[in-house]
Nanobody, 126 residues
Framework: QVQLVESGGGLVQAGGSLRLSCAASGLTFNWYDMGWFRQAPGKEREFVAAISAGGNTDYADSVKGRFAISRDNAMNTMSLQMNSLKPEDTAVYYC????????????????????WGQGTQVTVSS
């Protein structure tokens, strides 16, 4: 079965950096778009960043220029480098996977993702 396992969350001061990782198994990794989503307390899960099967990337406006998504198809892993973190970045971060439908762009629609990890907490203190 498909498994996505996130790691790398933690507590960091505003302005600091964290690197999240997602390890995938049970799927042909390079057939899938991969994405990061986050959910803060009392809020809906929202799109953060995505990378297509072909390596094209997309970012939410709120993280553009601060976060960088990448993937290693040989290792079946995806990462999110988060720099210049702000208190409003505090959330549980989830890794998701969706089979690429032949498009060149990275899928950002949450409803299309059908595999999810358990989430990792990121807390940014002011």
């Amino acid at each position: 079965q498909v498994q996505l396992v996130e790691s790398g969350g933690g507590l960091v001061q505003a302005g600091g950096s964290l690197r999240l990782s997602c390890a995938a198994s049970g799927l042909t990794f390079n057939w899938y778009d991969m994405g990061w989503f986050r959910q803060a307390p009392g809020k809906e899960r929202e799109f953060v960043a995505a990378i297509s099967a072909g390596g094209n990337t997309d970012y939410a406006d709120s993280v553009k220029g601060r976060f960088a998504i990448s993937r290693d198809n040989a290792m079946n892993t995806m990462s999110l480098q988060m720099n210049s973190l702000k208190p409003e970045d505090t959330a549980v971060y989830y890794c998701g996977a969706v089979r690429n439908s032949g498009t060149w762009w990275a899928e950002r629609a949450l409803r299309k993702y059908n595999y999810w990890g358990q989430g990792t907490q990121v807390t940014v203190s002011s």
